[in-house]
């Protein structure tokens, strides 16, 4: 019996050690320093809520070791109260993944969105279904979801992202008749819409394959040889330049140069003068938002 014990213990042990993680490690904050006169808890719970619907729910088919999961945050800001149960808000999308044999992780999304109003009460359950829309709040939370894990799926192999932009893509078709904003083509050029268009786009597929040039074949092997990897990781902004002449201003290259302005010159601040003197005027051409930015690639 004593031995049975042992084995039943060991077994156990074995099972917990080699078990399998949800794909996303998100850190959720509600914050709603707008709001005024009102019981906070309903923001307690909804962070509560938020969080585990991130992280619980199985949003692919693969299996993910608990040091694999994806690190993201979310940060919804309340801004303003219209009834019980209904809220307006913006939410700040932030994920980053690791960089081989290193603890350094690059951000692949840093984008506010301020189209996001809501109903909740406390402790309601969370519903979502990809094929339907049910309501704002969890169709966003998917949304953004998806849009996380098929970024990171793509700086870790070709346009391994494209099933979870479908999925984001059906969440977006599914919304068309809702009243709510951030969904539709004609409420603006940068909301939800256009994100899961431009990454479902042929006109963008230079922009998914920077992505993995750049962190595959470039970041992971900074440990390995610098100078080829900074090669490679110039090389792969060099391809955006067939997304600029094709969509010039497009969102998604914002979004891209809103999570990698400040590494791209911190990497190359350090390059060889012929490599600063051709890729900072390119840098400029296709975002001339970050031009003082860039500007300080050349002047380090």
């Known amino acids: ?27 959720v904050k509600v914050l709603s320093p707008a709001i005024q006169g009102t019981d906070k808890n309903i923001f307690e719970t909804l962070e509560t809520s938020i969080k585990e619907f991130m992280n619980n729910t199985r949003w692919t088919n693969d299996n993910f070791k608990e040091e694999e ?7 919804i800001n309340v801004t303003k109260r219209n009834s019980v149960d209904e809220f307006e808000a913006n939410i700040i999308v932030q994920s980053r993944r690791p960089v081989y044999k290193s603890s350094y992780f690059s951000n692949l999304i840093n984008y506010q969105d301020n189209d996001f109003a809501f109903k909740y009460t406390p402790f309601q359950p969370f519903e979502f279904n990809e094929n339907t829309y049910t309501n704002n709040l969890t169709s966003v939370l998917a949304f953004y979801a998806y849009i996380i894990i098929g970024l990171d799926y793509d700086s870790f192999s070709p346009e391994g992202g494209t099933p979870f932009y479908q999925k984001a893509q059906t969440i977006v078709n599914n ?41 595959r074949m470039g970041l992971d092997l900074m440990t390995k040889d610098v ?63 970050n031009t003082s930015k860039f500007e300080k690639i050349r002047a380090n």
Not at 2 to 22: D, E, P, Y
Not at 69 to 75: D, F, G, P, V, Y
């Open 175 to 215: 919304a068309q008749n809702a009243p709510d904003k951030g969904w539709k083509a004609f409420e603006g050029s940068k909301n939800r819409y256009w994100i899961a268009e431009n990454l479902s786009n042929p006109n963008f597929k230079a922009l998914r394959m920077c992505m993995y040039n750049y962190h």
């Open 69 to 75: 999961r994806i690190e993201c945050n979310l940060t």
């Open 227 to 289: 100078e080829l990897a900074r090669k490679n990781i110039a090389d792969a902004l060099e391809g955006l330049m067939k997304v600029h002449n094709l969509q010039m201003g497009s969102f998604l290259m914002q979004l891209f140069f809103l999570a990698k302005a400040d590494e791209i010159v911190n990497i190359f601040s350090v390059a060889t003068p012929e490599v600063k003197n051709k890729l900072a005027p390119l840098l400029i051409t296709i975002d001339p938002g």
């Open 1 to 27: 019996m004593r031995n049975r014990l042992i084995l039943l213990i060991i077994f156990l042990a074995f099972v917990h050690s080699t078990s399998w993680a949800q794909e996303l490690n998100c850190s």
